[in-house]
């Protein structure tokens, strides 16, 4: 172990680093303005698939930062589409969770620990949304409050709003019973409630990483979605040789959700459109299988 010693660089001598490394730089202007607002460690990630020497850093010969800053927007624009997909899943999610849930187990199901599988969990859930209810600026909840005093939580249907996508799929896993959990899954085309709750915490954890503007597009997630071999009737996959901890088995849960949700939903073709507008983008590095375009999900 050593102490860290390194100094900040100015921009220009940052530039001139990376140059001395090898980048092509056909622009200096502009490629000074892009480092004065996009910080050359949000850049590193993308700067490291086209190095020739990862101990060096140095580049492989003709790689140009204009490269770097398409494969950099090729993410942002991917983020944006998947944190738009996986918000409308989510609501469609509460709203069937909802559904079933308060009418069958009264409007406050989740406050109830014989609903629960696991009561220490249970109460871990509770104070997460206890928290994250009193966080809340939205009218209906304050309007509530100014009305009522008991029971300690509002009903479902306006305490859930307010909760996190992370808390919504907790609550759902941790829900004990197993028949409204499967009806929910059917909702979505689903055959059984695991897969769902699988699914819930992979994108959970997916829609973490847009909202901090991380990098998804080569990244590796500890999360992975359980992938069903089969689903009767539905455009599914038949192909299962990619990579389980990359994005594309992601994507493949969020176009089979949005079907689910939207039949006419145009993920798929603004994802194609997208990788038209970034030609250079290996989509190998997000775990693509190579006949990816002629699997029934992805027609």
Not at 36 to 41: N, Q, T
Not at 76 to 99: G, K, S
Not at 150 to 162: H, M
Not at 233 to 243: A, E, I, K, V, Y
Request: glycine share 2%; charged share 25%.
């Amino acid at each position: 172990m050593e102490q860290y010693n390194k100094l900040a660089l100015d921009t220009p001598d940052l530039l001139a680093m990376l140059k001395q490394r090898g980048l092509v730089v056909s622009d200096e202007q502009k490629a000074l303005k892009s480092l004065s607002v996009i910080s050359y460690f949000r850049l590193a990630c993308y700067f490291r698939p086209m190095e020739s020497d990862k101990q060096t850093h140095e580049f492989r010969q003709g790689t140009t930062l204009e490269q770097v800053l398409a494969l950099y927007d090729f993410d942002t624009a991917l983020r944006d589409m998947v944190f738009a997909a996986t918000r409308q899943i989510e609501i469609a999610l509460r709203t069937r969770i909802n559904h079933h849930f308060s009418r069958n187990h009264t409007p406050f199901w989740f406050t109830k620990v014989d609903l629960a599988t696991d009561g220490h969990l249970f109460a871990e859930h509770l104070s997460s949304v206890d928290r994250e209810l009193r966080r809340s600026k939205e009218e209906f909840i304050q309007e509530h409050f100014e009305r009522y005093n008991k029971p300690t939580f509002p009903p479902a249907w306006k305490t859930l709003e307010t909760v996190s996508f992370g808390t919504l799929s907790k609550l759902y896993g941790n829900f004990a019973e197993k028949v409204d959990k499967k009806a929910v899954a059917e909702d979505f085309n689903l055959p059984q409630h695991e897969f769902l709750i699988s699914w819930m915490e992979s994108l959970t954890s997916l829609w973490n990483f847009c909202a901090h503007h991380s990098r998804i597009w080569n990244r590796r997630f500890a999360l992975k979605p359980q992938m069903p071999k089969t689903l009767a009737g539905h455009n599914w996959l038949t192909d299962f040789s990619f990579p389980p901890d990359k994005i594309y088995p992601q994507l493949c849960c969020i176009v089979y959700l949005i079907n689910a949700i939207d039949p006419k939903s145009t993920f798929v073709t603004d994802f194609k459109s997208l990788l038209q507008k970034y030609p250079t983008v290996d989509v190998a590095a997000m775990g693509f299988p190579k006949g990816w375009r002629q699997e029934p999900l992805w027609q």
